[in-house]
T-cell receptor, first 116, second 112 residues
Framework: DAGVIQSPRHEVTEMGQEVTLRCKPI?????LFWYRQTMMRGLELLIY????????DSGMPEDRFSAKMPNASFSTLKIQPSEPRDSAVYFC??????????????FGPGTRLTVL | SQQGEEDPQALSIQEGENATMNCSYK?????LQWYRQNSGRGLVHLIL?????REKHSGRLRVTLDTSKKSSSLLITASRAADTASYFC????????????FGTGTRLQVTL
């Protein structure tokens, strides 16, 4: 398996522009997570899905952020409009919730977003 | 408040020495996991210890869990320069299926 795939790896945009980050989870995994990592705030969970359904979006900072998972193999995180404070590394991770217990999360390489 | 604070925040040792990192948490957990992050990369799972376990080993890694003290430690023996990375503990909190809460991480520097 190729692991979790994220695109783009780097994104530089100007304030006010729309940004879309993409994620392909590991095949067969039923959970997908979006995280944001900054020096100041560390690793923050933004939202996670189970079987394509959003379970907890309490970490989404504000209405400018939205996430979708139209099918088991694809998810997007959109920021509209983007602001300089959104600059961070965004990670996608997936896991398989077998046996009713929390299992290992597999992280993608991340998307480094810079908003000018 | 943060679930799981790592201690120390940064650690610098020489190759061959052992490195110990600690993690504390506040609520009931199903399991606790340790992850490594190399600079500019995603997190990689190292080891998982369940709430009914007290110690686990994996190669040069040894993890302990003390649920009465709500703490865990990660020991890396005979460290190598390649172990230089940030290490995070992540808690599987009871009642939050599959969700992990990550700590702030320990930055480990191993010098030759």
């Amino acid at each position: 398996d190729a692991g979790v795939i994220q695109s783009p790896r780097h994104e530089v945009t100007e304030m006010g522009q729309e940004v879309t980050l993409r994620c392909k989870p590991i095949s067969g995994h039923d959970y997908l997570f979006w995280y944001r990592q900054t020096m100041m705030r560390g690793l923050e969970l933004l939202i996670y899905f189970n079987n394509n359904v959003p379970i907890d979006d309490s970490g989404m900072p504000e209405d400018r952020f939205s996430a979708k998972m139209p099918n088991a193999s694809f998810s997007t995180l959109k920021i509209q409009p983007s602001e300089p404070r959104d600059s961070a590394v965004y990670f996608c991770a997936s896991s398989y919730h077998g046996g009713g217990q929390t299992d290992t999360q597999y992280f993608g390489p991340g998307t480094r977003l810079t908003v000018l | 408040s943060q679930q799981g604070e790592e201690d120390p925040q940064a650690l610098s040792i020489q190759e061959g020495e052992n490195a110990t990192m600690n993690c504390s948490y506040k609520t009931s957990i199903n399991n606790l996991q340790w992850y490594r992050q190399n600079s500019g990369r995603g997190l990689v799972h190292l080891i998982l210890i369940r709430s009914n376990e007290r110690e686990k080993h994996s190669g040069r890694l040894r993890v302990t869990l003390d649920t009465s003290k709500k703490s865990s430690s990660l020991l890396i023996t005979a460290s190598r320069a390649a172990d230089t990375a940030s290490y995070f503990c992540a808690k599987g909190v009871t009642g939050t299926a599959s969700k992990l809460t990550f700590g702030t991480g320990t930055r480990l520097q191993v010098t030759l």
